[in-house]
């Protein structure tokens, strides 16, 4: 994960991130980023790093970038700025159809194992 600080962009893996205009790289683990908007705020944001996926569909499956702040109150205010949040059941068909798990928190955690699969069957 990319995050910023005062000295500038700092890579997971402890190295400070080199910036050239909208793209950054890592000069010790050479992972990149790019400078994109959220969809929601429009605030400047790194990705990968600075955003995440949200879906606003899964039937049709349709996705967006935003940011974590903008991500956080979509869901806790079931919905911001007009983007929604698609039906808590749509979620559960649609990741058990592509075989994943959810932890405790309500994460997409893993695929399932063979043997989970088979225990769910029972």
């Known amino acids: 994960m990319i995050r910023e ?9 402890g190295s400070f991130m080199l910036e050239e205009k909208e ?11 790019k400078k994109i908007r959220c969809e929601c705020c429009k605030k400047e944001i790194w990705q990968p790093g600075q955003g995440i996926i949200h879906h606003t569909s899964y039937f049709p499956e349709n996705k967006i970038i935003v940011c974590f702040g903008c991500h956080r109150d979509i869901h806790s205010k079931k919905g911001l700025n007009g983007i929604g949040v698609p039906p808590e059941n ?3 068909v649609f990741y058990s159809k592509k075989g994943w798990i959810r932890d405790s928190k309500g994460f997409i ?3 399932l194992t063979q043997e989970e699969k088979d225990l769910r069957k029972k």
């Not at 600080?5 to 893996?13: E, I, N, W, Y």
């Not at 793209?23 to 980023?33: L, W």
């Open 109 to 111: 955690d893993r695929p």
């Open 5 to 13: 600080t005062h000295f500038g962009l700092a890579c997971d893996c």
């Open 90 to 92: 749509h979620s559960k």
């Open 23 to 33: 793209e950054a790289y890592c000069p010790r683990c050479k992972k990149k980023s």
